[in-house]
């Protein structure tokens, strides 16, 4: 049972528009949401995070929006730049007394034409 | 800037054969995690580590992976013997999980081949 979904494999956007990536998911303990940028043979890279009880959180050229109601977050990338060509992995993290566990979504291919 | 390191990047093994992979994390981070990454999919953890303590190892194969933090630092992660399906990006990350800080480092992550 996939408690985070990326349910659009690949997203194909021209330079400077807005890229809106997508993130659904089931759980409604997870406390904490990330997204992370992994290009081809490297681990990912953190990029912005937000809390459960925000709905939205800003850094630079990325903002992460959360509707908690519909258990959707989106990250938006704007301007769009052939740099940010990657897979994006949404991830969350619910606590678990002591620790804390990270949940994967399959993530999404981000092609930025020049 | 401290970075996770991991080694190898790369390594072709036979199927059957024992493989190592070696983790160590950033400095002063007490959780390690060692995520398994087949293409197309997102990371699934294999096993997470608070110190030198397992917290989570119920998606770890247990009858032919293993995996160690001795000295609550760097990790070491085993398949033996390794098969076929074994093939993808082995992760490690670290955190400090300290409330304030949530996210996971990775490294730059071990493509194994199993042939």
């Known amino acids: 049972d996939q408690q985070v979904k990326q349910n659009s494999p690949s997203l194909s956007v021209q330079e400077g528009r807005i890229s809106i990536l997508n993130c659904d998911y089931t759980?409604?303990?997870?406390?904490?949401f990330l997204w992370y940028k992994k290009y081809p043979a490297e681990g990912p890279t953190f990029l912005i995070s937000?809390?459960?009880?925000?709905d939205k959180n800003e850094d630079g050229r990325f903002t992460v929006f959360l509707n908690k109601s519909a258990k959707h977050l989106s990250l938006h990338i704007v301007p769009s730049q052939p740099g940010d060509s990657a897979v994006y992995f949404c991830?969350?993290?619910?606590?678990?007394?002591?620790?804390?566990?990270?949940?994967f979504g399959k993530g999404t291919l981000l092609t930025v034409n020049p | 800037e401290a970075e996770v390191a991991q080694s190898p990047r790369y390594k072709i093994t036979e199927k059957s054969q024992a493989v190592a992979f070696w983790c160590d994390p950033i400095?002063?981070?007490?959780?390690l995690y060692w995520y398994r990454q087949i293409l197309g999919q997102g990371p699934e953890l294999l096993v997470q580590?608070?110190?030198?303590?397992?917290?989570?190892d119920s998606q770890l194969p247990k009858d032919r992976f293993s995996a160690e933090r001795l000295k609550g630092v760097d990790s070491t992660l085993k398949i033996q013997p390794a098969e076929l399906g074994d093939s993808a990006m082995y992760l490690c990350?670290?955190?400090?999980?300290?409330?304030?800080?949530?996210?996971?480092?990775f490294g730059q992550g071990t493509r194994l081949t199993v042939v």
């Open positions: 759980n409604s303990m997870f406390d904490y």
């Open positions: 400095s002063g981070h007490a959780t």
């Open positions: 990350a670290s955190s400090l999980q300290d409330g304030l800080n949530t996210e996971a480092f």
């Open positions: 991830a969350a993290i619910t606590w678990g007394g002591s620790n804390y566990k990270l949940t």
């Open positions: 580590f608070q110190d030198e303590s397992v917290v989570d």
């Open positions: 937000i809390s459960s009880i925000k």
